[in-house]
């Protein structure tokens, strides 16, 4: 199966990259919103994530591999939510800020972008290499 890319987005004060380095690796919970959902649910193993500052900071600083797929949120009290696990890959060199990615032709019709509420958005194979481009950021 071919790899999948993903951008998801989460408040530095909520959980930092900063913190998920020194993690290693976290569940990704608590995602509320039910096409963020579907989409947690289409991650497959392998599948590399673009880690988003989302608030005040607004910006790509890192990269994740999708390690477990989709199970049951155990943060989730009532309804079908889900979560998937994630691990550490790469940081950026270079954070890659929101203003660059509307103004980028490559990046400026990002679900990401177009859908500034959804937190768990798709992305295609150039627009995941734009980034790491941008980024500074070798996976090799």
């Given at each position: 199966?071919?790899?999948?890319?993903?951008?998801?987005?989460?408040?530095?004060?909520?959980?930092?990259?900063?913190?998920?380095?020194?993690?290693?690796?976290?569940?990704?919970?608590?995602?509320r919103n039910f096409q963020a959902r579907n989409?947690?649910?289409?991650?497959?193993?392998?599948?590399?994530?673009?880690?988003?500052?989302s608030a005040n900071e607004k910006q790509?600083?890192?990269?994740?591999r999708v390690a477990r797929a989709a199970y049951p949120d155990p943060t989730a009290s009532d309804g079908d939510w889900s979560c998937v696990d994630l691990a550490l890959v790469a940081a950026l060199k270079k954070p890659v800020p929101l203003g660059t990615i509307k103004s980028d032709k490559v990046l400026a019709g990002v679900p990401a972008v177009k859908q500034t509420r959804l937190s768990v958005t798709p992305l295609g194979p150039n627009e995941f290499k734009r980034f790491l481009e941008l980024g500074e950021a070798s996976l090799s």
């Open positions: 199966m071919q790899t999948q890319y993903w951008l998801v987005k989460q408040e530095p004060q909520a959980y930092s990259w900063s913190r998920f380095v020194h993690e290693g690796g976290t569940a990704w919970t608590g995602v989409n947690l649910r289409a991650m497959r193993v392998g599948d590399l994530v673009l880690f988003y500052h790509v600083v890192g990269v994740a």
